[in-house]
Nanobody, 115 residues
Framework: VQLVESGGGLVQAGGSLRLSCAASGSTSSIAVMGWYRQAPGKQRELVAAVTSGGATTNYADSVKGRFTISSDNGKNTISLQMNSLKPEDTAVYYC?????????WGQGTQVTVSS
């Protein structure tokens, strides 16, 4: 499975960004896809995840009500709509696909929120 992210950038606090992740390869075996982020000096953390087909979603408490994850299985793509962005959302955002028994990662996309 190969993952390609897009949509990062620089935005002011309170603004919005939309991230996309396109999967290719053995996409029919993907069970869960999600977004993680890693800020400088911090561990990588889950932001949001969605099961194949979009039936179940999961969000970090810090982004609930502000971020929305969605999936388009026909295009093997997931998106993360990020609204009301805060400076503490600044991080490199990574897309992950889980295909038991391993995980696949994208290269990451930088999101910077200025105050």
């Amino acid at each position: 499975v190969q993952l390609v992210e897009s949509g990062g950038g620089l935005v002011q606090a309170g603004g919005s960004l939309r991230l996309s992740c396109a999967a290719s390869g053995s996409t029919s075996s993907i069970a869960v896809m999600g977004w993680y982020r890693q800020a400088p000096g911090k561990q990588r953390e889950l932001v949001a995840a969605v099961t194949s087909g979009g039936a179940t979603t999961n969000y970090a408490d810090s982004v609930k009500g502000r971020f929305t994850i969605s999936s388009d299985n026909g295009k093997n793509t997931i998106s993360l709509q990020m609204n009301s962005l805060k400076p503490e959302d600044t991080a490199v955002y990574y897309c992950k696909a889980s295909v038991w028994p391993r995980d696949y990662w994208g290269q990451g996309t930088q999101v910077t929120v200025s105050s």
